[in-house]
């Protein structure tokens, strides 16, 4: 393998730059670790190094052809977060992560989103291995996100981590499936010896959600040639709430009834116990030039969130079924009939006539029944479950130094990983049960099983250019297996009051029955080959193809061509296009569930069915194929002394996007077609939805980024700005059957549009001193569309959407180094306490509160408000 020493100017400042940057604002293009404790001179030896997006040698960020930010794992440590999704957010202005509150499953992994984006389409690694996806769907994931089926990301712990790399550019040709947005690469400390232990706490100016996490690293020898690096963290954080009453519950209230909750619906973040994190990170030389590794994780934690709450007059299947007229009375003796409870007070418990139902000592009482004899107040469902995580990879790496291989790199390795979702409802009914309803249930799990094997390899072939030609190929197999869990009987039975009209199943999340249970498996393999080439000491040039073949939807093939040039010793040019896919998850094809959501005001059960059931059929389903996108990037770099930017535009075509379609409403017509087919319990659907390839978008943006750093103050100063602007355009939807309402509506397609701002940016300064350092960022948030439960803004119904206000916040952190090993810190996420956008009325004049939320769903800087943290490090 040819080497070359020469010093080279463009190189040298690129790297200096970097070297000297540090907060954990950066973003988008140079973050830097340091060891806090640092002094400027040291800042000037530190070169960030990506492994993520070349099979090459390891390059700096300036010398990659394409964007890549990396975040050093003390700078992760500056943030009053302990959730990793918010961890590398603030650090990264085009990626966004809402809050999803009251959104079934999403609520308990929360999905995120890169270059506007959905939560699947960035694939994640973790030491440049492919790590396995969540077993959670989002079926409530805030339109962009409906469907999404991406890794949880949350179960990294920031201790862990040596640095985590963002390659901002479509990679499928050189990873395969998901990496349409890019990738995100997780790199675990290696170190041999030290460690650390941090206590961490914090509360919400409102005083709710306090946190307290504790987390420790320690670094051990193996045998004199290898190490073992072990990171545990342990927190719980307590749920908020941002919500007021809802105004039907402060109408029973002034009514009389006594029953009601102070807040009967609670708009916040889940309570989240026993949140315990385990991940190992080891390596062995197998000498002669090998080296074997292993690393994985453990993780577990128990999430429970909040949910709709029933009215006591209206709810369909518990209270009333024709919206609030009568009372739904269970007739509980077949010989002896019960009478008929008209509901003409604003609380029917004060009312004669239900008193005979509530009363056991009369005839009628003992023999009939309903449901606010149980909950007087009506009742708000819990959700939740216990998400459990484990991932190990095996391989080893090397060089060959004889025979045929002679000089050729490998890495040969193997992966498992399993998420594991068990759900858990209380405060509920079966209403079809009736009076026996138990009032808790464990609906089923869900498990994703993935199984992956690789061989790479990589040699360096001399071709008479400025360095060798880097040739990387290798091949890939990978099974992955989606598992439903049946939930417990009563979960899912069909009572002896269904046919009275008592509604079936645990009421806000009915149980997977036995007949939706089961194990759906896929396999698939690949093989690629990856050539970087420095043509001359100006030009670089890659290209990387991938061929995939699927034994369900079939085979693709895959392309990447980027190239850098450098203009002179501070000016560099680099582009980048690409194809790139994603394939449906076997999750998607294949899962079965019932949602509840809001139906002109009045919450309705609805099925989301597999495309291929026959029920789907009928409505237009069919059986999913990938995502195709083509992309394209130019930018560049300029670097002089200690001043670094990067400027890059990018374009990302996604055809047959894979999202969940609108509810509709099943038809007479409907109903009658599937008994002539054979499809049983029709009648107790009453809306379905399905996963379909159903539009097309373009996304296109610009980040920007720009770091300083300088001596002032008599200390070390670091300045960074970074700045996104995303778009994105729905170019086409697909045409329903004749007769048949559209599968993707125009709702849809304006949140896919307008849901995240199209303007990000922060700027962070970072001073250190001998003894003291200091952060401050300050956060800019776009205009968004502002959305709530019950929105109904759509182009279609102009006048009805609400453009909610650009915001700012700002954060800091002042540290004391007591001693050089113990540092103490406090800080405050959203400083001053920015208010995000509150509910209002929309321009038609239409109320938008009247669910108990403060603010809208969509706000990009969560709802939760101002945040304070204390922290105290010691390292060893």
Known sequence: MKHNNKYHPVAHAVKYAIATTFALGIASGAAVAQEESDTASKEQNIEKIAVVGSRSAPRSIGDSPVPVDIIGGDELAKSGSSDMLNMITTAVPSLNVHSNPISDAATLIRPANLRGLSADSTLILTNGKRRHKASVIAFLGGGINDGA???????????????????????????????????????????????????????????????????ANIGMPLTDDGFVNISAQYKNSDATSRSVQRADALGFIAAGNNFIAPITQVWGSPEIKDDITIFVNSGLDLGNGGEAYMFGNYSERDVTGGFYYRNPHNRPGVFSNDGGETLLVAQLDPNIACPTVNITSGNVLDQADYALIADPNTAVGQNCFAFNELFPGGFTPTFGGNVTDTALAIGTKGEFKDGWFKDIMYDFSGSVGRNESTYKMTNTVNASLGPESPTEFNPGKYIQLEKTFSADFVKFVPAGLYEDLTVAFGAQWTEESFEVVAGDVASFAVGPYVDQGFSIGSNGFPGFKPEDAGVYTRRNYAAYVDMEAEVSEALLLGLALRYEDYDTFGDTTNYKLTGQYRLNDDWALRASTSSGFRAPTVGQSNVSNVQTNLESGVLVDSALLPPT????????????????????????????????????????EVTDRISQSSKINLTDADRDALRAAGVRNIDSIQQVSFFTNDFDTTTQGIDLVANYAMDILNGRGTFSLAYNWNETEVDRISTPPEGRPAITGPDKVSRLENDLPNHRATLSWNQSWDDWS??????????????????VGSPAEPGTEVNAAAKVTFDAEVSYYVTDNFVLAAGAQNLFD?????????QAGVANNEFGGKYYETSPMGINGGYYYVRASYKF
């Open 149 to 215: 089926q991406g890794a949880d990301i949350s179960v990294i712990p920031g201790i862990a981590l040596k640095q985590v790399e963002i390659l901002r550019d479509g990679a499928a040709a050189q990873y395969g499936s998901d990496a349409i947005a890019g990738v995100i690469n997780f790199v675990l400390k290696d170190a041999a010896d030290g460690g650390s232990f941090e206590v961490k706490h914090g509360e919400y100016y409102e005083g709710d959600g306090t946190s307290t996490e504790y987390a």
């Open 613 to 652: 059931n026959p029920i789907s059929l009928q409505l237009g389903g069919q059986e999913l194929t990938p995502e195709e996108s083509t992309s394209y990037a130019f930018g560049m770099v300029y670097s002089y002394n200690s001043f670094f930017v990067t400027l890059d535009y990018y374009n990302i």
């Open 774 to 791: 200091f952060f401050a960022r300050a956060n800019y948030y776009g205009e968004y569309q502002g959305v709530h439960v019950d929105w």
């Open 834 to 842: 920015a208010e995000p956008e509150k509910l209002q009325l929309t």
